[in-house]
């Protein structure tokens, strides 16, 4: 969502990208100040193979399956993702929501982290 920003805001543009939780859920928004969608093609933005107001320019070797990819994924994690424009020419929005990691008290949290004498844990694999 962030290369589709980037790649359909023109130069001098904006891109905002904020993230939140909201309750049980985490929610990602991207936005920009890019070309937009139109309404004809907003309610099929996430098919599969859908391109929307794809010039030479812009089209830069996309096959429109990037939206729906990150729709299947999001809903395997059983989120939502929904897409908002005001039309051509007025930038266009992506909001995802996934559920939240519960919060775990600190001390639960340290305690679950470290051996028996107090020491953290090794985490193999992990940067």
Known sequence: MVDNAAKYTDPGGRIW???ERDGDSAVITVKDSG???SSDVL???FDMFTQAGMSVDRA????????SLVERLVKLHDGSVTAYSGGLGKGSQFTVRLPAL????AQETARRDSGRDGKPLP???RR
């Open 60 to 67: 830069q070797g996309g096959l429109g399956v990037g939206l």
């Open 17 to 19: 990208l904020s993230g």
């Open 43 to 45: 309610p099929r933005i």
């Open 123 to 125: 985490h193999p694999g």
């Open 35 to 37: 070309i937009g969608i």
């Open 102 to 105: 519960q919060r775990q008290p």
